[in-house]
């Protein structure tokens, strides 16, 4: 998951309310599109972080700064959270970071609560490389008390860096209602992702608990658990491959259930080999009661 990252340059202030401290360098000053060069400059020095300020003009300099940058993390110099707030959503993705100027440690944490509002996680497209019937299974289906739409649902996998996106259950057909507020997400001993990082098994998840609604372009919002509904039912193994790691996942073999595709969805029962299906990934890691731990972990 994308972390934003905030920066302050009072090392008093920082520690307080737990952010980075430094100073906005190496900077770039962005007063007219020909400033954007700068960033290009230093990305080919092999420079990881890039701070930015703009003069005048707020959203579109980022706009065309997050266009163009290819390696670097942006963090844009801001005054105050609504320009914060601002940066960090400029063309959905937003900029890596900020750093705040003037700013006090109650205003940092006010930011900080708004990004765990605001988590965003790394979508990407993925190859199916089997299609495996496994039999009867436990299967969950966790319903929310949200609305989802045809580009929400949830991240669900067998490891705790990489997922498939189920989505939610809003495909119109001839035989059941739809259930927006539903995600048929797979096998009970499956990883589902959580707000702040963190991951969950299926069968753990129960009424009052916050979920993590995922979009297909990596935008996330929190859902309440209303129930956990858990039953047996014929399940399919699904392998894929993106970016050299494995992604696996056990849904329930039924046309309703359905994976996300770059272009809409497919359904499990249809699902083949060579069909491109949406993906999250993540750090990986091992994983104690959910919250990411350094050590080694194998899981396949």
């Known amino acids: 998951m994308d972390k934003k990252e905030i920066w302050v340059e009072d090392e008093k202030i920082a520690k307080e309310a737990g952010v980075l401290c430094g100073k906005a360098e190496p900077l770039v000053k962005i007063a007219s599109f020909a400033d954007l060069k700068g960033i290009e400059k230093l990305e080919a020095k092999g420079v990881e972080r890039i701070f930015l300020e703009c003069a005048n003009w707020k959203v579109i300099p980022l706009e065309n700064a997050i266009a163009m940058s290819k390696k670097a993390k942006l963090i844009a110099v801001v005054n105050g959270i609504d320009e914060a707030r601002v940066a960090m959503q400029t063309l959905e993705k937003?900029?890596?970071?900020?750093f705040?100027?003037?700013v006090s440690g109650k205003e940092l944490l006010a930011l900080k609560?708004?990004?765990k509002e605001t988590e965003s996680v790394r979508v990407v497209e993925a190859e199916v490389s089997a299609v495996k019937k496994v039999g009867i299974l436990g299967r969950s289906c966790i319903d929310t008390?949200?609305?989802?739409n045809a580009d929400e649902g949830m991240a669900i996998g067998n490891s705790a860096g990489a997922f498939v996106l189920m989505q939610a259950e809003v495909s119109e057909n001839p035989h059941v209602n739809t259930r927006p507020f539903r995600v048929n997400a797979g096998a009970i001993s499956l990883y589902t992702l959580l707000p702040e990082d963190k991951t969950r098994y299926l069968n753990e998840v129960k009424a009052g608990d916050e979920v993590l609604i995922v979009n297909r372009k990596g935008g996330t919002r929190k859902a309440v658990v209303v129930r956990n509904k858990i039953e047996w039912r014929p399940m399919v193994l699904i392998e894929a491959k993106s970016e050299g790691k494995e992604i696996k996942t056990i849904a329930q073999d039924a046309e309703t259930v359905k994976v996300m595709a770059p272009k809409g969805a497919v359904g499990i029962s249809m699902l083949k080999e060579g069909d491109k299906i949406l993906c999250v990934l993540g750090e990986g890691g091992a994983r104690h009661f959910g919250m990411r731990v350094e050590e080694r972990v194998i899981e396949q």
């Open 100 to 102: 705040m100027k003037n």
């Open 145 to 148: 008390g949200e609305v989802m």
């Open 113 to 115: 609560d708004y990004l």
């Open 94 to 98: 937003g900029v890596a970071g900020v």
